[in-house]
C-alpha cells in the first residue's frame, strides 16, 4: 500500500513511542532520510510512512543491526516504491509486518486523539471533554513531571492523551503566557514550609 503521509518530527516519535530528541539524533546521524514540510508557514522535518516502519523495526532488532547492516536495509527500503512486506541484503532478510502493523496502530490512535480536541470557551485547546489545556499537560512535562505524576494529578486523562500533549503543542506552539510546569499538588509537595511558624 503506498501510503504518501509525511509526519513531522514530533509526530513520527509519538508513534515511536521515544522522545523526539532520539528521533533528532537519529535524523543527525544521517541513518534516514527526511522530507521536507510546510506546517503553519514554516518549514519542518518529516518522516515518511516507510521509514517510520522501518525505525520501528529497526528499534526492535538494534542488538543486531551494525552501521553498514542499517545502511543497506535502509537503501533496500527505499528502492521499493511502495511498503515492502520484507527487505533484504545478502542473507539478511528482515520481515516488516509486525513492525507495518504496530506504526498503523499507533497512526490511528494518533488521529484518534487529534479528533479529541476542542476549544473552550476562553479559545484555549483543550482534551474533549475535559476542561484541561493541551499546552498546559505539555508545559508540566516540559518541567520534567513524569506521566505517571501527571496522571495521579489529573486521574481523567490517559497516558496516551498525556503523549499527545506533548505532540500537539510541539507542532502547535503557544502564543502568550506559558503555563507552569507544574501542577499546583506538585509545586505544595516541594515547597519548604519549615521557616514558618505553624504553631502560633
Keep these: ?67 553498514t547492516l542499517w545502511r543497506k536495509l535502509y537503501e533496500s527500503l527505499r528502492r521499493h516504491p511502495e511498503l515492502p512486506s520484507h527487505i533484504e541484503t545478502g542473507v539478511f532478510r528482515a520481515s516488516l509486518d509486525e513492525a507495518a502493523k504496530a506504526v498503523e496502530g499507533r497512526l490511528k490512535t494518533l488521529r484518534d486523539l487529534e479528533t479529541g480536541i476542542e476549544r473552550n470557551a476562553a479559545g484555549d485547546v483543550v482534551l474533549k471533554g475535559t476542561d484541561i489545556e493541551v499546552h498546559r499537560i505539555a508545559a508540566l512535562l516540559n518541567g520534567d513531571m513524569s506521566t505517571d505524576e501527571i496522571l495521579t494529578d489529573y486521574p481523567s486523562l490517559s497516558a496516551d492523551q498525556v503523549a499527545f500533549a506533548r505532540t500537539y503543542a510541539a507542532t502547535h506552539p503557544k502564543a502568550g503566557r506559558p503555563f507552569p510546569k507544574l501542577t499546583a499538588k506538585a509545586a505544595l509537595a516541594e515547597a519548604d514550609f519549615s521557616a514558618l511558624d505553624l504553631d502560633d
Aim: positive net charge.
Design 1 to 67: 500500500m503506498n501510503r504518501p503521509e509525511r509526519y513531522s518530527l514530533p509526530k513520527a516519535a509519538f508513534v515511536l513511542r521515544e522522545p523526539v530528541e532520539e528521533v533528532r539524533r537519529t535524523i543527525d546521524r544521517k541513518q534516514v532520510e527526511t522530507h521536507t514540510l510546510h506546517d503553519g508557514g514554516r518549514k519542518v522535518r518529516a518522516l515518511d510512512h516507510k521509514t517510520l516502519v522501518f525505525l520501528s523495526w529497526a528499534r526492535e532488532h538494534q542488538d543486531d543491526l551494525k552501521p
